[in-house]
């Protein structure tokens, strides 16, 4: 799903940057040595990073964004999937990383105001 690139002024500005501020607090998740859930966790990192720096440009008072705000379902479908044949200490690791992508999509919903 692609959100517009053309917001309006939010106005709920706070529960944004409460979120943001949450999300920001919790830290990362560290990397893993399973090779593919460190590729999962690069793709994370990488779509938190544009998420974040779009939310900050929101913050901010941007109304035209550079990019839309986007969610990532093939991203949560390829956790879910690594997860359902993972070991336990990898499947831990995984859930650490839907908890911040469930973090980063709560994000986008909030930013994307005026659809």
């Known amino acids: 799903?692609?959100?517009?690139?053309?917001?309006t002024m939010?106005?709920?500005?706070?529960?944004?940057?409460?979120?943001?501020?949450?999300?920001r607090a919790r830290g990362f998740?560290?990397?893993t040595s399973d090779r593919d859930a460190e590729d999962l966790w690069v793709e994370l990192e990488q779509y938190a990073a544009h998420t974040c720096g779009l939310v900050e440009?929101?913050?901010?008072?941007?109304r035209h964004l550079?990019?839309?705000?986007?969610?990532?379902?093939?991203l949560r479908a390829r956790m879910?999937?690594?997860?359902a044949r993972?070991?336990?200490?990898?499947?831990?690791?995984?859930d650490e990383?839907?908890?911040?992508?469930?973090?980063?999509?709560?994000l986008a919903g909030l930013a994307r105001i005026g659809r």
Do not use: F
């Open 86 to 94: 993972a070991s336990p200490d990898i499947v831990a690791r995984l």
């Open 10 to 23: 939010p106005t709920e500005h706070s529960q944004l940057r409460e979120a943001y501020e949450a999300y």
């Open 57 to 62: 440009r929101v913050l901010a008072g941007q």
């Open 1 to 7: 799903m692609v959100w517009p690139k053309t917001l």
């Open 29 to 31: 998740p560290s990397i």
């Open 80 to 83: 879910n999937e690594l997860r």
């Open 97 to 106: 990383y839907l908890e911040v992508l469930d973090a980063i999509e709560n």
């Open 66 to 74: 550079p990019s839309p705000l986007e969610l990532e379902p093939q």
